[in-house]
């Protein structure tokens, strides 16, 4: 790497950490701007008691305090707290519990919707105006239109409960293909589309009518040009796709009752566990940062041409 490879990366790495700061930062006074507490709600609280649990979780103390004190745990032992409702368990190992699962529900959705998504657009590319590409488009235009919620109820009624192919319970690995193929419909079409009209435009290029000029293969031009340079604006969207996915989708996880990160995030919303709402919103924003990051850098890998600045 040349230096200003490195200082570009540098950059952006001061960029992400001043990032999830940020986020940390405007959660936590978010959280305890929000009215009410994370004790009201229990039965047979009285104000001493509460004060009790106030005073046992640190929410007595100032919150700057409280400030400082979380920034540092996480800083220096990427410690979130215990958790206000799960008594006795910590938050961040609540959140790796729920990782297990959405980890792997949302790779193997992530690899589907990219690998389908990246073949059905060259194939739309390729037979242009064909009768493939306008059933290619009309199926990924009602796949992009139709939200995940409504995708994984018709899935659920369809396979789980009329024909009774697989069960409609996420807890088994049966039990994840319907979740999978919910996560990955949405994405796919719109790699589909994105891949469709980046090698749409990189196939109109000069280089490219060079390359047939002089006799180049057609396989090689699809393969070894176009298909690599048609990449980036997939890139650019496959990576915070892939944190959003892998950190697990609400509705879906809802639906499917699948044990993972986004369905402990509804229920902390619901119990108000602001160490569980605050440790979530900071992993899922983490991932992001991180998948922009990189895919800032496999830029140079994809297109030798651009140049870090």
């Keep these: 790497m040349n230096t200003k490879t490195l200082l570009y990366i540098g950059k952006r790495v001061l ?20 009215p009410g507490g994370p004790f009201v709600g229990e039965k047979a609280t009285t104000p001493a008691v509460q004060a009790a649990m106030e005073a046992k979780y640190g929410l007595d103390k100032p919150i700057m305090e409280q400030y400082g004190t979380y920034l540092k745990d996480i800083v220096t032992k ?3 707290g215990p958790s206000l409702k799960q008594r006795g368990r910590q938050v961040i190992d609540i959140i790796f519990d729920g990782m297990k699962t959405s980890l792997k529900l949302g790779l193997i959705a992530a ?8 073949v059905l657009g060259a194939i739309a590319a390729l037979r242009r105006n064909k009768l493939v590409d306008r059933i290619i488009m009309v199926i990924t235009t009602a796949f992009v239109s139709m939200p995940s919620f409504i995708m994984g109820s018709l899935l659920l009624a369809l396979f789980a409960i009329k024909l009774r192919a697989l069960p409609a319970n996420g807890s088994t690995p049966e039990g994840l293909i319907l979740p999978i193929i919910t996560l990955a419909l949405y994405p796919m ?15 109109g290029q000069d280089y490219i009518r060079t ?12 393969f070894g040009h176009a298909m690599k340079n048609s990449l980036i604006p997939v890139l650019t969207y496959f990576g915070p796709m892939l944190a959003y996915i892998v950190t697990g989708s609400l ?8 044990p ?10 619901t119990n108000r566990d602001y160490p569980m709402i605050m440790g979530t919103t900071i992993i899922l924003a983490a991932l992001i940062v991180i998948m922009n990051l990189v895919t800032d850098i496999l830029y140079k890998v994809v297109d030798p041409r651009i140049t870090f600045e």
Excluded at 15 to 34: Q, S
Excluded at 189 to 203: G, K
Excluded at 213 to 218: E, L, N, P, R, T
Excluded at 251 to 258: D, H
């Design 211 to 222: 390359a047939r000029a002089k006799g180049v293969s057609g396989p090689r031009i699809i």
């Design 260 to 269: 993972g990160i986004g369905r402990l995030f509804v229920s902390s919303i």
């Design 189 to 203: 079409a719109y790699i589909t589309r994105l891949t469709r009209s980046s090698m749409l435009d990189v196939l």
């Design 15 to 34: 960029l992400a950490i001043f990032t999830v700061w940020v986020v940390i930062t405007v959660t936590f006074f978010v959280m305890h701007a929000v």
């Design 111 to 118: 690899a589907l919707s990219a690998i389908f998504g990246i």
């Design 78 to 80: 990427f410690d979130f």
């Design 251 to 258: 509705v879906v996880e809802q639906i499917f009752a699948v």
